[in-house]
Structures are given as structure tokens and as C-alpha cells.
């Protein structure tokens, strides 16, 4: 529990943030909310030579809604979200997913983005941005880039972030229609890590669906999105056997393996109970918002 | 002098805690807040495989490191003879591995260094060449034909085996069974936990190169009886070693054993003559230091027409770890275990026990369970709540048929101890009434009828704490007795010295509310001093729930005597005979002119200044006290738990617990202690197990993987009493420290059973977890 040895830089401008990246990205990390990464240095699975904290940019720490759509800095806590009262009614995912995020010590330091970055396919938020179709603005030297949730989590741990990179904002867009939203997880204790996660957004018009969004954490070697179970959906009305159908694709999707919070065919049918579940409870909220 | 008015604070008062005024202000002193002047520190390089030859070590890296001052190896150990250490069990252990490595986390070498960083990178520079064999991780294994042996360094060991145990009557008991109407059987894994306290072991050893004198301070529970082992191991006189153990936050047990980083820090201070301090980290306390429990039992119990139960058959298996270091009584090698018959009248029973090595870490009965009475209690509850589901019985009603009346006390057990007092019908009776049994029972019933699954969990513990008597129970042949020395000041202010030691138990409260009783110095002008062996009289130290049946009846014993001294001193003050005084709490008066009276601070003063002819000056004494027996608390906890089809997440909703520990010395404090073991008993239940994967890699190795439950996830307990004293106590009291963590794991997994029985599931081990039951409730075709 005592890290090794390491150089620290605070940068104060995103400019001399991405100059010190571009410089020494291969033997740096950035530090957010350090709430991964400390660990990790703690346990000596990281060494890095030079920490870049992040943590006196201005800026990265808006969450601004804009058109319909969502902006999150890249430097957003977990508390932020739980405590933010516009996002109940448009984007209650997120506002019902960060309470599940750790506990109030982490959540009140850990970063949204910092989340993302860490890329580990337990990871809450991964599976949000999946359900939410989030875009993901990275930023180095060279100019900016936008790369979509659905491509950034390449393999455990394993962001499409090149070193000389930060992620600066999340973008979520607009939803479709009538919009509800739900964080379904299984943990052996408050503060564990997923056995099972499960994010749904539902957006519906006219009474069938417009777009559904299904997430999966710690089923997959990444945050996985269930997209054919979505696919299905859409264009149907929530008939229960629509909803039965499609639990069973998400489960068809997630891939876990056997450890100790449990097998993997256990997993894969909590995926399928969770997504039946989640999908009834959000069209019963559909259908009360509208009565 | 004026006489202060001022609560007393005596016996059944729930005196806030004194100690908590500086633990709530952060102005404790834990061991991790020492620094003295020119320490060095020291970090621990460890065993990364379960079972490993070591070919060879080369240190010179690490040697040449920045403020690197030694490097220690087994072999450097060796040519002082320390490389291997006795264990409280009489097995050794490796201080240094020399020849292999046993168990995942194993100490192989120490860096000393000017910085516990610089000595943390200077481990990453050694260099270590294993040859890897094949690890053991059960006792099955570990019996197997041609399993590796664990123990070659033992001369004639040619096996894995450590121990074979029996208690009670096998003839008499297969006798039982050959007449029983009906056997229900059990085959359960208890499994290895972790006492985790929140402060891990840790030690600065000051050896005092002019005078030789070591003082050692150490994060002991025991630090008397650690002194005498430490005295042996090193062939250090006993005077010259002085343990002083600071605030402890937490032992459970933990903090009883002697650790290899304590005998290497106080050679390296020794040789290099600088303090030195080593404090594990988490990992190192939850791979390496005493752990809990993993016992595999079958239980068998013989019950005739009238569902009396009439016999008891249990065997067990015990995985002890690389070496048997269970810190327990001598002559008992499976613990305390055979008090298993629990709270039954059963007229026959017999136990045998098996210990085995393994390539875990050495431990075993840690963990607030009074020397394997947890394992006892679990397994004799499962049974009769099965048996009771077996046979279609009420559990309640299956109990109080067959448990021990209140006029068989003292009962002697088919085991051989003889129960001190107990009232079971009462404590079950209050808990059925306050749970609201019968009508839980009937919304069961409907909830059934509509497919919910719903269980009620009883369990009736009885407990054995308190040793000893010494005849029977010793320590490395050290008597299990325990003292106190108490002095009253000139000004009636007085201290109180333990051979016992807090770990959060409350001690500098309970203990001075035993002498504000007794002598009537209110509790605030006791002060209690426990822990450092210069300062206080010899106690084999405090677990196993002993604190109160020992030091505390010593406390009383010497408070007494010292009123018998007072009365005479009284006496000579009023001009009075000592026969014509009364004494009320605090003064005594002359029979039938209550105004002609001495507080007991005149007298106390009086004894410094105003003495009769003759009489020796001070108001002082000690008392070294060897129980008669044991005491036996017990109760009831019942739970009431709801099951998800869908996950299989077990909810507990309703904990009601009923305790009796006999007399309650401060109700406020013995509630904290209930409180705190039924959380610890959730966990057990439900989350917590440290799991060994098949090369022996330790799972569970750090918070996020060994689960300890909060607040956040336990349900709120609510906690009853009734007061059934011991007879033999001074006080009347028993001990309470274990109870919760000792009965509340059976009422949970119970009321799991309870809820899944309908269909078919029996037992499900510990922990009950969500997977476990989803399994057990897929194999029967339930689901959503
Ligand atoms: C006890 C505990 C329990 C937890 N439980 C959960 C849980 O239940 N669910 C869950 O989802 N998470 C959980 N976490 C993780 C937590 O959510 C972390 O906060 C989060 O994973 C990382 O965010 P951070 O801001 O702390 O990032 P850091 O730890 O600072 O960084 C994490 C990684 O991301 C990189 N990084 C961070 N920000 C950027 C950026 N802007 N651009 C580029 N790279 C960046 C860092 O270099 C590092 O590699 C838990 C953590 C702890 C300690």
C-alpha cells in the first residue's frame, strides 16, 4: 500500500495539460478524481514515472443541457450527477445510476470521466453512456476528436484514448420522444463493484418504441451494449412478450466468466431477470407520466 | 472536607464510555502513532506462491538500496537461532522461510530501512528463485494418497495430519443412535473468515542498546502472556522485556498470536540498536495473520418417538493452515468445540476432530468465537431447525421440548461441562413474543400460497466463555486466571491496573463501574490501566469473552478487600466497633445513628494520615482470580428474511435478538457488543469468506474482495435481555463479547433454509450468497 515513486504536474490550462501529454504521455497518467488510479499505485500494478492532475483546469466540471442533449465535463463527479435535480426528469438514468456508484467517500471524488477512461468492464457509467448513445470528446495537441461510446471500450482497462489524449466532455443527445431511464444492479454489499449491471433508456413515440438502449456491466470483457435485444424493440409496442424477448437477446449478449461473485450462467440469467424487470418498471412509469 | 454529590456510576448504569472522549476526538494513541527518536522501519517481502522451494535469495540489490540499513533472511535468522518460532499450539512456525514457503503470504525476508518507502522499494530488489510444487487447500486434499507433504521440516512427520481429538461417549452414543426413531444429518463448511480488525498488527521494538532493555509496543490483546513467549523465544530474561500495548483498534482475536514481524523487528532493533516499527497493511493482515474458523463438519442428531433428542454424533475436519498455531487453551485441540450439544438435554454425545495441514495461512480460532464455539453453535442450530423442518414440527416448539429446564442447573453436559445457570424457555419465549411469531408464521403461509419465498431463522446458542478454571484451561501451561491491583489515593481518587487489555470492549468504563459498586469511589475517579507488563499484574490477557468472568471478579474480589480494610479504618475514625457499622455505597454509619458517618474518601484519606495502632499505611491491594468454572450465557435471535426468485438476493427484514449474559454490568456497553457481533454474524452469513483458488492464491485479499458489512446493508437489530446470574461469579456476570457473533450466523442461513425448505433445499453453506441460492432454487425449476 505504499506507491513507488513519481513526478507530479497540476497544469492549470487544457493547452499546457495536452503539451505535457504530448511531451511525456507514454510514461504519464492523468489523475482525476484518483479513485483507480491510486489504488493502483498503492498495489504497485502502476508505476507510471509522472501524474498529470487534471484537477485544476477550469472548465471540465460543467454539466450543461443544451438542445435537448446533455454535456458532461470530463471532471463531473459522481455526486455531481446524484445531485443534480434537471437531470430527474430528461436523463434519469444518470441521476438514478450514480447512488449505485460506490460509496458517498468515492463518489464525492471520483470522476464520470475518469470512469470512462479506466475502460473496466465492471464500471457503471460505461454502460450508461452505451444505453445513452454518448459521444466522447477527446482531446491532445494534434485538435479534437469524437469517438462514440460504442467504440471507446476496446478490451479491460483499454480506452480508445491514445496517451497524449484527455477526454475533456460526454456528450449525450437528445432523446427521442417520451424518454425513462433505469439502473438495474446486483453488488454484494453498497460500495461493490457490479456481479451484474444493467442501464435502459427507453424512448417511445406514438406508443411503440422509438430507441432502446441497453448497457451491460460486468458481463462482457468491456461494457457491452446489447444492441440486438434494442434492435428488436424497436418499432413494437412493450407488449410482454416484446420485453420477454428481448431480455433473452441481452442475456444472448453478455459474455461473463465465473468468478467469485458468482458463474457465468448465473450472471447471464440476471441479465435477462434485470432487463425483464427494468423494462416493465420503465413502461409502468411511462404509462403513469402519461395518465 | 466537603462532600461532592456526584453520580456514582455503579453496576446496571449505562455510564457513557470514558475512552471515547479521546477516541471521537482523534486523541487516541494507536501504535501507528508512535515515532520515536532514530526509528527505522521495516517492510516484509512475502510469498507470492502457496507452496515453493526456495532455491536461493539474493539480496544484494536490495542492499545497496537508498536507506536501506539491513536486509534480514531466514538464514540470517538461523545463525541466531530465530528462524523458527514456537506457536501457541506447540507446532513451529517459519519466522523467515529458509527451506520452502507454505502458504501464499508467507514472510521470506525483511528490508530495515531509514523509510517504510524506501524499505517498500528496496523489497522489489530481491530476488527469490522458488521451484513451485503443488498446493493444498483443503483437508481432503491434504489427506489424500500421496498429497505433498506440507511439513518436512518436521522430524518423523510423515503425513499431513496434525491432530486427532475426541469428546464424550462413543459407546453410549452409538447406543442412542441404534435406538433412535429418527437421525438428521448435516455435512456443512464453515468457512474461513477474518477477524479484519480496522487497525491492522503492528509493533515498535526499542531495544535499549545501554541497559539491554527491550520495550516493546505492540498491538497485543495478550500482552502478559506475550512477554513470557517472547522470554522463552529468545532467551531474553523476562524482567528485561517490557510490552506495552497502546489504544487497539480492534483485536477479535487477531491480535492474540505472536507474528513473525514482531520477532523480526525486535532482532533487528536488537542488532542494529535503533527502534524499529513494522505495521502490516491490509493485505498483509488478511493473507498472513490468524484467521477463522474453516472447519467442514457433519453433524448426525438421534431423536426418539416423542422427538426428544437423545443423541449427538459429530465429526470434523479442520484446516489449520501451514502451522498449527490456534491460540486455545492446551488441552483442547479442536477449541472449546464440544460444548456443541448447545442448549439441549442430550444425553449422549461424542465429537471427534481431525486437524490437518494445509498450504493456508496458520490460524484458526480467531475471531470473536471463544475458542470454536461459533462452530459448535452453528452446526447443533442448523441441525435442530432441520431436524425440526424434517419431522414437520414447529422449530420453536422442537426447542423448548428438548431444552436443558431451568431446575437441571448446573447441568453436566453429555460432554463434561457443567453449565452454570440458564433460563432457555424465558429467552425464547421473550423473543417469539416480541418478533411476533405467530403471526410472521401465518403471513409466511400466505405469502407461500402466493409463490413469495419468506423464511423464519431461530437459533437458541449457549455459549462456554470466561476461562478458565487454570486446572483445566492454560496456555503454554500458563493458568488462565486473571488480576487486578487496586489503589486508592490520599484524596480518594483511585487506579485500577488489569492484566487484561481492551480492544474497543470498553474496559476503562465497565471496570471502574466495578469499583464505584463495590467501594463506592464514583466511576469517574477510577482510572483503569491496562496494557503495558512494567505497570500492571499478570493476566493472560482479553478473548474469548473472559475479560469480565476473570479480571472483572478480580476487580470485585480486590475492591472488597479493600472495604474490609476501610470498615477497619471506619471504625477507628467514628470510635465504633467494626461490628456496629453499616455500609451503604459509599460510607459507612454507625448502626442506628446514620449522622455518625465516614465517605469512603475520609477513610481512604485516613489511610495515609490517621491509622489505628498497628496498622500498615495505604488502601491498596491485588488479586489474581481463578474462576471455579466457566459461565455459559445465551439466547435467542430470531430472523425474519425474504428470498428473490429472480436473483436469489436474500433480504433480511427483521432481526430480534435476546441475550443473556447474566448480570449487565453497563447495559449501554454489553448492547454495543451485541449489536456489533450480529452485524459481524451477517456478515459471516452472507458475504464474507476468504476462498483459495487451486494453486493456493489467497481471494480475498483486500476490502473489495473480503466483504465486511456496514451499516449500509445489515437491517436494524432490535436487542432484548433477561438476566439469569451466574452463581459463581462475584458480580453474577458472564461474559457477552462473543454471543452475537457466536449465535446470530445460525438464525440468518436458518431462516434462508426456512424459506427455501418447500422446495426441496436443505443447506446451502456460508455465505448464503445470491448465486448459491439462485442455484439451489434453478436446480428445483423456481425462477422468474
Ligand atoms: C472502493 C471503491 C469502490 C468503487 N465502486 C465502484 C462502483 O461500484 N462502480 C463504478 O463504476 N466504479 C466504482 N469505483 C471506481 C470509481 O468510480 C472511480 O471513481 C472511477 O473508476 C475513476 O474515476 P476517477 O476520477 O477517480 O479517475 P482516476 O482514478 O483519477 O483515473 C482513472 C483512469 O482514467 C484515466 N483518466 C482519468 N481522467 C481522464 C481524462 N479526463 N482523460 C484521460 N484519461 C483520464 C487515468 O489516467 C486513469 O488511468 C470504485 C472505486 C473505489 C475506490
Not at chain 2, 532455491?55 to 536490495?62: E, K, L, P, V
Not at chain 2, 442447573?409 to 432457555?424: E, I, K, M, Q
Not at chain 2, 441475550?659 to 451485541?674: A, K, L, S
Given at each position: 500500500m505504499f506507491p513507488g515513486s513519481f513526478d507530479y504536474?497540476?497544469?492549470?490550462?487544457?493547452?499546457?495539460?495536452?503539451?505535457?501529454?504530448?511531451?511525456?504521455?507514454?510514461?504519464?497518467?492523468?489523475?482525476?478524481?484518483?479513485?483507480?488510479?491510486?489504488?493502483?499505485?498503492?498495489?504497485?500494478?502502476?508505476?507510471?514515472?509522472?501524474?498529470?492532475?487534471?484537477?485544476?483546469?477550469?472548465?471540465?466540471?460543467?454539466?450543461?443541457?443544451?438542445?435537448?442533449?446533455?454535456?458532461?465535463?470530463?471532471?463531473?463527479?459522481?455526486?455531481d450527477l446524484e445531485r443534480d435535480r434537471r437531470l430527474a426528469t430528461t436523463f434519469a438514468l444518470l441521476a438514478e445510476t450514480a447512488p449505485w456508484v460506490s460509496d458517498p467517500l468515492v463518489r464525492n471524488l471520483g470522476t464520470v470521466g475518469g470512469s470512462l477512461c479506466h475502460a473496466d468492464p465492471a464500471g457503471d457509467w460505461g454502460s450508461v453512456m452505451l444505453a445513452l448513445g454518448a459521444e466522447l470528446v477527446l482531446r491532445s495537441r494534434a485538435g479534437e476528436r469524437v469517438v462514440q461510446a460504442s467504440s471507446f471500450f476496446v478490451a479491460p482497462f483499454e480506452p480508445a484514448l491514445r496517451p497524449d489524449e484527455l477526454l475533456t466532455e460526454i456528450r449525450i443527445p437528445a432523446?427521442?420522444?417520451?424518454?425513462?431511464?433505469?439502473?438495474?444492479?446486483?453488488?454484494?454489499?453498497?460500495?461493490?463493484?457490479?456481479?451484474?449491471?444493467?442501464?435502459?433508456?427507453?424512448?417511445?413515440?406514438?406508443g411503440h418504441v422509438a430507441r432502446c438502449g441497453i448497457g451491460l456491466t460486468a458481463v462482457a470483457p468491456t461494457n457491452r451494449e446489447a444492441t440486438e435485444a434494442g434492435a428488436a424493440l424497436?418499432?413494437?409496442?412493450?407488449?410482454?412478450?416484446?420485453?420477454?424477448?428481448?431480455?433473452?437477446?441481452?442475456?444472448?449478449?453478455?459474455?461473463?466468466?465465473?468468478?467469485?461473485?458468482?458463474?457465468?450462467?448465473?450472471?447471464?440469467?440476471?441479465?435477462?431477470?434485470?432487463?425483464?424487470?427494468?423494462?416493465?418498471?420503465?413502461?409502468?412509469?411511462?404509462?403513469?407520466?402519461?395518465? | 472536607m466537603s462532600v461532592e454529590v456526584r453520580p456514582l456510576g455503579g453496576i446496571g448504569e449505562s455510564v457513557k464510555r470514558k475512552e471515547d472522549a479521546r477516541f471521537l476526538r482523534g486523541k487516541g494513541n494507536y501504535?501507528?502513532?508512535?515515532?520515536?527518536?532514530?526509528?527505522?522501519?521495516?517492510?516484509?517481502?512475502?510469498?507470492?506462491?502457496?507452496?515453493?522451494?526456495?532455491?536461493?535469495?539474493?539480496?544484494?540489490?536490495?542492499?545497496?538500496?537508498?536507506?536501506?540499513?539491513?536486509?534480514?533472511?531466514?538464514?540470517?535468522?538461523?545463525?541466531?537461532?530465530?528462524?523458527?518460532?514456537?506457536?501457541?499450539?506447540?507446532?513451529?512456525?517459519?519466522?523467515?522461510?529458509?527451506?520452502?514457503?507454505?502458504?501464499?503470504?508467507?514472510?521470506?525476508a525483511c528490508v530495515v530501512a531509514e523509510t517504510r518507502y524506501q524499505a517498500e522499494d528496496a523489497l522489489q530488489l530481491i530476488d527469490v528463485d522458488y521451484e513451485v510444487l503443488p498446493a493444498i487447500t483443503s483437508p481432503q486434499q491434504a489427506m489424500a494418497e500421496g498429497a505433498p507433504l506440507i511439513r518436512d521440516d518436521k522430524q518423523g512427520q510423515q503425513d499431513n495430519h496434525i491432530y486427532h481429538w475426541e469428546a464424550g461417549d462413543r459407546e453410549a452414543t452409538d447406543r442412542a443412535f441404534a435406538s433412535a426413531a429418527k437421525v438428521v444429518r448435516l455435512t456443512t463448511h464453515y468457512p474461513r473468515s477474518h477477524p479484519a480488525p480496522l487497525e491492522t498488527c503492528g509493533i515498535v521494538a526499542d531495544v535499549n542498546p545501554a541497559t539491554g532493555k527491550a520495550t516493546l509496543y505492540m498491538t497485543s490483546q495478550a500482552p502478559h502472556a506475550i512477554r513470557t513467549v517472547f522470554s522463552l523465544v529468545a532467551g531474553l530474561p523476562e524482567h528485561q522485556i517490557r510490552i506495552i500495548a497502546p489504544d487497539i483498534g480492534g483485536g477479535f482475536g487477531n491480535k492474540v498470536p505472536v507474528y513473525p514481524g514482531y520477532v523480526v523487528a525486535t532482532a533487528a532493533s536488537l542488532l542494529l540498536g535503533r527502534p524499529v516499527k513494522w505495521v502490516e497493511d491490509r493485505t498483509e493482515n488478511l493473507i498472513s495473520t490468524g484467521f477463522a474458523r474453516d472447519f467442514h463438519m457433519t453433524g448426525e442428531l438421534a431423536l426418539d418417538h416423542d422427538n426428544r433428542m437423545?443423541?449427538?454424533?459429530?465429526?470434523?475436519?479442520?484446516?489449520?493452515?501451514?502451522?498449527?498455531?490456534?491460540?486455545?487453551?492446551?488441552?483442547?485441540?479442536?477449541?472449546?468445540?464440544?460444548?456443541?450439544?448447545?442448549?439441549?438435554?442430550?444425553?449422549?454425545?461424542?465429537?471427534?476432530?481431525?486437524?490437518?495441514?494445509?498450504?493456508?495461512?496458520?490460524?484458526?480460532?480467531?475471531?470473536?468465537?471463544?475458542?470454536?464455539?461459533?462452530?459448535?453453535?452453528?452446526?447443533?442450530?442448523?441441525?435442530?431447525?432441520?431436524?425440526?423442518?424434517?419431522?414437520?414440527?414447529?422449530?420453536?416448539?422442537?426447542?423448548?421440548?428438548?431444552?436443558?429446564?431451568?431446575?437441571?442447573?448446573?447441568?453436566?453436559?453429555?460432554?463434561?461441562?457443567?453449565?452454570?445457570?440458564?433460563?432457555?424457555?424465558?429467552?425464547?419465549?421473550?423473543?417469539?413474543?416480541?418478533?411476533?411469531?405467530?403471526?410472521?408464521?401465518?403471513?409466511?403461509?400466505?405469502?407461500?400460497?402466493?409463490?413469495?419465498?419468506?423464511?423464519?431463522?431461530?437459533?437458541?446458542?449457549?455459549?462456554?466463555?470466561?476461562?478458565?478454571?487454570?486446572?483445566?484451561?492454560?496456555?503454554?501451561?500458563?493458568?488462565?486466571?486473571?488480576?487486578?491491583?487496586?489503589?486508592?489515593?490520599?484524596?480518594?481518587?483511585?487506579?485500577?491496573?488489569?492484566?487484561?487489555?481492551?480492544?474497543?470492549?470498553?474496559?476503562?468504563?465497565?471496570?471502574?463501574?466495578?469499583?464505584?459498586?463495590?467501594?463506592?469511589?464514583?466511576?469517574?475517579?477510577?482510572?483503569?490501566?491496562?496494557?503495558?507488563?512494567?505497570?500492571?499484574?499478570?493476566?493472560?490477557?482479553?478473548?474469548?469473552?473472559?475479560?469480565?468472568?476473570?479480571a472483572g471478579a478480580a476487580t470485585a474480589v480486590v475492591s472488597r478487600k479493600l472495604r474490609d480494610k476501610a470498615r477497619k479504618l471506619a471504625a477507628h475514625l467514628l470510635e465504633a466497633a467494626e461490628e456496629d457499622l453499616e455500609w451503604e455505597r459509599g460510607r459507612f454509619f454507625v448502626r442506628g445513628s446514620p449522622e455518625r458517618a465516614k465517605t469512603i474518601q475520609e477513610v481512604a484519606f485516613a489511610a495515609y494520615t490517621n491509622l489505628p495502632e498497628g496498622m500498615e499505611p495505604g488502601l491498596e491491594g491485588v488479586t489474581y482470580y481463578d474462576p471455579p468454572n466457566m459461565t455459559f450465557p445465551f439466547g435467542t435471535y430470531m430472523v425474519v428474511a425474504d428470498v428473490d426468485r429472480g436473483t436469489?438476493?436474500?433480504?433480511?427484514?427483521?432481526?430480534?435478538?435476546?441475550?443473556?449474559?447474566?448480570?449487565?454490568?453497563?447495559?449501554?456497553?454489553?448492547?454495543?457488543?451485541?449489536?456489533?457481533?450480529?452485524?459481524?454474524?451477517?456478515?459471516?452469513?452472507?458475504?464474507?469468506?476468504?476462498?483459495?483458488?487451486?494453486?493456493?492464491?489467497?481471494?480475498?485479499s483486500n476490502f473489495t474482495d473480503y466483504l465486511l458489512p456496514t451499516a449500509w446493508e445489515t437491517p436494524e437489530f432490535e436487542t432484548y435481555a433477561t438476566v439469569t446470574p451466574s452463581p459463581h461469579h462475584p458480580l453474577g456476570a458472564k461474559g457477552v463479547g462473543e454471543s452475537a457473533t457466536v449465535g446470530s450466523p445460525a438464525a440468518y442461513v436458518n431462516a434462508v433454509i426456512d424459506a427455501l425448505w418447500p422446495l426441496g433445499v436443505t443447506n446451502i453453506d456460508m455465505p448464503v450468497t445470491p448465486d448459491k441460492v439462485w442455484a439451489a432454487l434453478r436446480a428445483r425449476g423456481v425462477g422468474e
Open positions: 504536474r497540476a497544469p492549470t490550462t487544457l493547452d499546457e495539460a495536452t503539451t505535457v501529454l504530448s511531451e511525456r504521455g507514454e510514461e504519464a497518467k492523468v489523475l482525476a478524481g484518483g479513485q483507480s488510479l491510486i489504488p493502483l499505485l498503492k498495489l504497485r500494478l502502476a508505476s507510471p514515472a509522472l501524474l498529470v492532475d487534471i484537477g485544476r483546469i477550469p472548465g471540465l466540471d460543467r454539466i450543461e443541457l443544451r438542445d435537448g442533449g446533455l454535456t458532461i465535463g470530463a471532471r463531473v463527479r459522481h455526486a432523446p427521442r420522444g417520451r424518454s425513462a431511464g433505469t439502473y438495474l444492479k446486483l453488488e454484494r454489499k453498497v460500495g461493490d463493484f457490479a456481479t451484474v449491471g444493467v442501464a435502459l433508456q427507453l424512448e417511445m413515440t406514438d424497436v418499432g413494437k409496442e412493450l407488449t410482454d412478450e416484446a420485453i420477454a424477448k428481448a431480455a433473452q437477446l441481452a442475456a444472448a449478449a453478455a459474455d461473463p466468466r465465473d468468478d467469485i461473485r458468482g458463474p457465468a450462467d448465473y450472471k447471464r440469467d440476471v441479465v435477462r431477470v434485470f432487463v425483464q424487470r427494468g423494462l416493465r418498471t420503465l413502461r409502468r412509469s411511462l404509462e403513469e407520466a402519461r395518465s | 501504535l501507528d502513532d508512535l515515532t520515536l527518536p532514530g526509528m527505522l522501519h521495516m517492510a516484509i517481502l512475502r510469498s507470492p506462491h502457496a507452496h515453493a522451494r526456495i532455491r536461493a535469495i539474493d539480496t544484494s540489490m536490495a542492499q545497496a538500496a537508498p536507506g536501506v540499513v539491513a536486509v534480514v533472511t531466514g538464514e540470517l535468522l538461523a545463525q541466531h537461532k530465530l528462524a523458527w518460532m514456537p506457536t501457541l499450539s506447540g507446532d513451529t512456525q517459519a519466522v523467515l522461510a529458509t527451506d520452502k514457503v507454505r502458504f501464499q503470504g508467507q514472510e521470506v437423545i443423541g449427538l454424533r459429530v465429526s470434523l475436519l479442520s484446516d489449520n493452515g501451514a502451522f498449527y498455531a490456534d491460540a486455545q487453551p492446551s488441552k483442547f485441540r479442536a477449541g472449546l468445540f464440544h460444548i456443541v450439544t448447545g442448549s439441549y438435554d442430550i444425553p449422549a454425545a461424542h465429537v471427534t476432530a481431525d486437524g490437518y495441514y494445509t498450504n493456508k495461512a496458520p490460524g484458526g480460532v480467531a475471531y470473536r468465537c471463544s475458542f470454536r464455539v461459533t462452530e459448535a453453535s452453528f452446526l447443533i442450530e442448523r441441525l435442530v431447525t432441520n431436524a425440526a423442518l424434517e419431522l414437520g414440527i414447529d422449530q420453536t416448539e422442537l426447542r423448548l421440548r428438548n431444552f436443558i429446564r431451568p431446575e437441571q442447573f448446573p447441568y453436566r453436559s453429555a460432554t463434561g461441562w457443567v453449565y452454570d445457570s440458564g433460563d432457555y424457555q424465558r429467552a425464547m419465549r421473550l423473543a417469539m413474543e416480541k418478533l411476533g411469531y405467530e403471526d410472521l408464521r401465518r403471513e409466511q403461509a400466505e405469502r407461500r400460497a402466493r409463490g413469495e419465498l419468506m423464511g423464519i431463522g431461530v437459533a437458541s446458542f449457549t455459549e462456554v466463555v470466561g476461562a478458565g478454571h487454570g486446572a483445566e484451561f492454560d496456555i503454554m501451561g500458563l493458568r488462565m486466571f486473571d488480576s487486578a491491583e487496586l489503589r486508592v489515593h490520599p484524596t480518594g481518587k483511585a487506579v485500577l491496573k488489569l492484566g487484561v487489555k481492551t480492544q474497543g470492549q470498553g474496559h476503562e468504563t465497565t471496570f471502574a463501574q466495578i469499583v464505584a459498586q463495590e467501594l463506592g469511589i464514583p466511576a469517574a475517579d477510577v482510572e483503569v490501566q491496562h496494557g503495558d507488563t512494567d505497570n500492571t499484574p499478570y493476566g493472560l490477557g482479553t478473548y474469548a469473552s473472559r475479560s469480565t468472568p476473570t436469489g438476493q436474500v433480504k433480511v427484514r427483521r432481526v430480534v435478538a435476546v441475550d443473556d449474559c447474566g448480570v449487565r454490568i453497563n447495559p449501554m456497553i454489553v448492547e454495543g457488543q451485541i449489536q456489533g457481533g450480529l452485524c459481524e454474524g451477517w456478515g459471516i452469513a452472507f458475504t464474507e469468506q476468504i476462498t483459495f483458488d487451486p494453486d493456493g492464491n489467497c481471494i480475498g
